[in-house]
């Protein structure tokens, strides 16, 4: 496939592993908090995970409160393990907090850049393709994940949702971006690992849908839209 005039890529987990396989996370963070929680043995352990990652998963699906909580991820994870806690029925405010933001911080301290981020993207550059990141989230988390993993400067252009006013997948995200780079659609890629964010709404749009699929996770059950290519590696864009 020749390369475009103009590639859009999506941050957390593609060009980072950030929030991906989450069931790993809780389980080591909730061993932490094992005898707070009184859950002795993994079984334990694995009801308390199973009830917060059932909120979460609820509380996500919910495209309002999503759009709005995205700005503020910390504080919707203390939301759901709070409301986990009490689907159990041992409600305890102060636990969950300690417990959402010692999640947080794992996380935070687990973030990856992918191996072939860099000499892909440079690679890219170097090729004539213009660049943008186009990332959900709030302006100060996102920068500072740029900023750690020296992305800033290998973009034409960056658009953050919290800073930008809007997120994926509305359409004027994508147009947005577009414009900056001065590209029609119809000669525009947009690469990243959310199926409905960067394969459905840009697609909408005529720019490629390039899917990002790391865990050959497949696509999802309902799919209508197909990608215009799957990749596992974001390697393959350039070879
Ligand atoms: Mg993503």
Redesign the pocket.
């Known amino acids: 496939m020749p390369l475009p005039r103009a590639i859009l890529f ?5 060009l980072i592993r950030a929030y991906a396989q989450p069931e790993d996370a809780w389980r080591r963070l909730l061993h932490i908090f094992a005898a707070h929680l009184d859950a002795h043995d993994a079984a334990s352990i694995e009801q308390v995970r199973l009830a917060i990652m059932e909120e979460a998963r609820a509380f996500w699906s919910e495209a309002a409160a999503a759009a709005k909580w995205r700005l503020d991820i910390p504080g919707a994870r203390r939301l759901s393990v709070r409301r986990g806690l009490a689907r159990l029925g041992r409600p305890d405010d102060a636990l969950a907090d300690r417990i959402a933001d010692a999640f947080t911080e794992m996380r935070r301290q687990e973030y990856r850049l992918y191996p072939d981020a860099h000499t892909t993207v440079d690679a890219l550059r170097a090729a004539g393709v213009k660049l943008a990141l186009v990332t959900n989230g709030a302006g100060a988390t996102q920068r500072e994940k740029i900023e750690r993993f020296d992305l800033g400067h290998r973009f034409d252009h960056i658009q953050i949702e919290g800073e930008f006013g809007q997120g994926k997948p509305e359409l004027a995200v994508y147009r947005h971006a577009l414009e900056r780079l001065g590209v029609a659609a119809s000669d525009a890629w947009m690469v ?3 199926y409905e964010w960067e394969v459905v709404a840009p697609q909408k749009l005529g720019l490629c849908g390039i899917w990002y699929d790391p865990f050959d996770a497949g696509l999802p059950a309902h799919a209508t839209a197909k990608p215009t290519r799957v990749i596992r590696r974001l390697g393959e864009l350039v070879e």
Request: proline content about 0%; cysteine-free.
């Open positions: 999506d941050l957390d987990d593609t990243g690992d959310n």
